[in-house]
């Protein structure tokens, strides 16, 4: 099925915001919008779900501090007990103390690898992956709104855009 998409270019982040404020209060669909540099509010403004990123950050961190406690028990407890200093290991809560910074350590090793794994798995980012900014002009100075013009007037939709700051207007049909 076909869609079509209009792409609205602006060139100040400010008069984007107010644009994108707009097209939310009318309703449309905003597919994406394309930025230079990160903009604060970006996100609040066009609706999107707050990150769940923190929450998996937790659960690694959670997986980390298993590993470690599950490791040290078996290698330093169960599997070669050492007597170090003449002080034996009868019990992993006994030198539990000797193990915090291995289990501090495992828990930011866990959250923070996998969370960049997960990033980049969530935001589909892979080495050799084509880009797919539709506008070169993105990467340095314009802004791009991406708009679903699918059963809208076309004609119309783009004079909305013009009156909300766009400095050009693009309509793009897709075959898929």
């Not at 097209?23 to 769940?52: Q, S």
């Not at 501090?65 to 078996?74: G, P, R």
Request: overall charge negative.
């Amino acid at each position: 099925m076909a869609s079509t998409v209009i792409h609205a270019l602006y060139t100040d982040d400010d008069i984007l915001m107010n644009a994108v404020k707009e097209v939310k209060n009318k309703h449309l669909h905003i597919n994406e919008v394309y930025t230079p540099f990160p903009v604060h509010g970006l996100d609040k403004a066009m609706g999107l779900a707050p990150t769940r990123l923190a929450i998996t950050a937790f659960l690694y961190g959670c997986v980390g501090l298993t590993v470690a406690i599950t490791m040290m028990n078996f290698i330093m407890i169960e599997d070669w007990p050492q007597n170090i200093g003449g002080k034996p290991s009868f019990s992993y809560i006994e030198n539990m103390p000797a193990f915090v910074p291995i289990m501090f350590e495992l828990t930011v090793f866990f959250a923070a690898h996998l969370m960049v794994i997960t990033f980049y798995m969530r935001s589909k980012l892979w080495p050799f992956k084509k880009a797919e900014n539709p506008d070169i002009r993105t990467t340095d100075d314009h802004f791009l709104m991406e708009i679903d013009a699918t059963g809208k007037d076309g004609k119309e939709l783009a004079d909305f855009l013009v009156t909300t700051g766009a400095v050009e207007i693009n309509l793009i049909a897709n075959e898929a």
